[in-house]
């Protein structure tokens, strides 16, 4: 796994440092990104989660990393946090985790076309050639 993210990252001129500790608790990230799906920000947040994580070997769980990612982004860290924890944004995050179970989702990317899944990086024009087929 190590090396393909590597040739990956080789391919796409991304930065890539391997983790000291892998995987890391992403619980909150996985919250802010869940809670806030539909925000402009939130992909500019979950690529800012990667970079700490992937390339600055930084703790994603802490308070710190998460607020200076948020704060990245133009929000305010502590409204943030604080809606990403009610009970309702925890619900739909197990909600969430629950429909991939059902949907045989087993890790990222993930991609449906009708009843076809596509997983993985390289598989998003497959999925894409599929759909056009349809």
């Known amino acids: 796994m190590w090396r393909d993210l590597e040739r990956i990252c080789e391919e796409s001129t991304l930065p890539f440092v391997r983790p000291t500790v892998f995987p890391q608790n992403g619980l909150q990230a996985a919250r802010i990104a869940t809670r806030f799906s539909n925000e402009v920000w939130v992909a500019d947040f979950i690529k800012s989660i990667y970079i700490a994580n992937f ?80």
Do not use: M
């Open 55 to 134: 390339q600055n070997n930084q703790d994603i769980s802490s308070k710190e990393v998460i607020s200076k990612c948020i704060e990245s982004v133009g929000e305010n860290a502590l409204k943030v946090v604080e809606e990403a924890n009610t009970q309702q944004s925890k619900n739909t995050l197990k909600e969430q985790t629950d429909l991939t179970y059902e949907c045989n989702i087993f890790g990222a990317p993930s991609f449906y076309v009708g009843d076809e899944l596509f997983w993985g990086n390289v598989r998003l024009e497959n999925a894409i050639e599929w759909a056009s087929k349809k």
